[in-house]
């Protein structure tokens, strides 16, 4: 028996859309709408609204489409830069395995490497180490066209209006503000999904010009010359710092609260089928005892990232120095830490996300209804965790619950699809491992909720189906 060839020699992505496109066929995908049409209005009643097209965005979309359910994106960026891939990310390549199949739904023609290989053959896959960013982001892009994802760019949610039937989305658009109205909505916001970047008290009083956080959207040729320290350890003070470095900085000095770096990636220790489909299933305890362990421990920076910083010798590795103090003195910044006082032309916080609904207006209307996880768990002494703490408590189809059972009636009608799902779902909702198994439960849990509330509408259509098989003269009457 041979084994299956693969796409190699080069076809062209041509060959691999057909090849889809018989997948998708022979699988009778996608399935008919069935979700019964409204108006809201006088506007279309969508069956679900996705904010934010990332990768979870359309990895949700599809998966609601393959399931006969209409779904639309709307999403702030322009077209094409959705995500962080093409903005704000910094890594030369991704940290994944370049392997996994991410949201390609099971299906092999889906696939990154599948898509990688209709353009340049298997013997370069082969060699392929790790996917480079903009490579991946090139990838989305195709995923979104070849499964004609509905997705309108520059569209800013500023509000989310939860009602008893349906949800109201009020957006500003390049055709000026509207109103969106659709039965579900799903937040697919990503690792920043409830809140923004997490800044250190210590820089609320330096002026703004004088530091960046790691996900800020800025030019670092403006670095050219000055002394930077970048704040933090993880991937994302790696790729800050190598960055910068690469773009002319005199000096970065990373300052790095723990005595050492993190070795052991304990998350990708978790990563298996039955983590993925089980931590939804466990008890509290355990949920948080897994995900406080892993925070605590840390995920540590990929080697490739350390090397980038490390082959430049105007780097330094600040170990055991934490920050205590950020003042402005003559135009620069003297960070005081345990070690000796820096004095610096720039900061860069790379101190990660934070739950932070006073940095998010369009959450302003349902924030003080969310029940969190401090609202139902609380954990041993020692195990205190503000992340897990702050945590929306969802329910099996990660949907927000009330505070006060009553308090915001529709307000379950919101799906969180982002990270901060993680304590109660695991990591489903963002990263590349199972944001497939993610997508399929949200889309197969929507189906059924979708189809119980409108179950009187399917029962009369049924009543009223009259499409006959047979037609009486198959046969003559005894």
């Not at 699988?27 to 990768?55: C, Y």
């Not at 970047?197 to 330096?206: E, G, H, M």
């Not at 402005?328 to 070690?339: A, D």
Request: hydrophobic share 40%.
């Amino acid at each position: 028996m041979t084994d299956t060839p693969s796409i190699s020699p080069v076809q062209g992505l041509d060959a691999l859309e057909r090849r889809l496109a018989q997948d998708l066929a022979w699988l009778d995908l996608p399935a008919k709408p069935w979700v019964p049409q409204a108006s809201m209005n006088g506007q279309e009643l969508l069956d679900v609204a996705i904010v934010g097209g990332g990768m979870a965005g359309l990895a949700a979309a599809a998966a609601l489409g393959h399931k006969g359910m209409r779904a639309r994106i709307f999403d702030a960026a322009p077209q094409g830069f959705e995500g962080p891939w093409a903005t704000t990310a910094r890594m030369e390549t991704l940290r994944s395995p370049k392997q996994l199949t991410g949201p390609a739904l099971g299906f092999p023609a889906l696939t990154f490497r599948a898509w990688f290989e209709a353009q340049f053959g298997a013997e370069e896959w082969n060699r392929l180490d790790k996917i480079p960013r903009l490579q991946w982001m090139d990838y989305l892009r195709w995923y979104r066209r070849v499964l004609g994802i509905d997705v309108r760019n520059e569209h800013h949610v500023l509000d989310i209006i939860p009602h008893t039937g349906h949800v109201e989305l009020s957006i500003s658009s390049p055709a000026g503000p509207c109103a969106v109205y659709a039965r579900r909505v799903v937040l697919a916001t990503g690792r920043d999904g409830l809140g923004g970047a997490a800044i250190p008290d210590f820089a609320a009083a330096l002026p703004r010009r004088l530091w960046a956080h790691s996900s800020d959207d800025m030019d670092y040729a403006a670095l050219r010359g000055l002394r930077v320290g970048v704040v933090g350890a993880g991937a994302s003070a790696m790729d800050s710092a190598g960055t910068a470095l690469e773009n002319g900085a005199a000096s970065v000095d990373l300052l790095i609260r723990r005595p050492d770096l993190p070795r052991i990636n304990k998350s990708k220790g978790a990563g298996n089928p039955g983590y993925t489909h089980g931590f939804v299933d466990l008890p509290d305890e355990w949920k948080w005892r897994l995900r406080h362990y892993i925070n605590v421990e840390q995920v540590p920076p990929p080697r490739a990232s350390v090397l980038r910083v490390s082959r430049h010798a105007n780097a330094r590795f600040n170990l055991g120095a934490p920050v205590l103090q950020v003042r402005e003195h003559g135009g620069e910044l003297r960070v005081l830490t345990p070690k000796k006082e820096f004095a610096l032309d720039f900061l860069i916080l790379s101190t990660g996300f934070g739950i932070d609904w006073q940095n998010r207006p369009e959450y302003a209307r349902i924030a003080p209804h969310l029940r969190v996880w401090s609202d139902r768990y609380a954990p041993h002494e020692g195990g205190d965790d503000k992340e897990l703490r702050d945590s929306p408590d969802l329910g099996p189809v990660f949907e927000f619950q009330e505070k006060n059972p009553g308090g915001l009636p529709g307000l379950s009608r919101i799906h969180c699809f982002c990270y901060p799902s993680t304590l109660t779902h695991g990591t489903v909702s963002g990263d590349i491992p199972a944001i497939s198994d993610g997508a399929e439960r949200l889309s197969k849990g929507i189906a059924s909720l979708l189809y119980v509330e409108n179950i009187d509408t399917h029962f009369a259509q049924l009543r009223a189906y009259d499409e006959p098989e047979i037609f009486g003269d198959e046969w003559t009457p005894a």
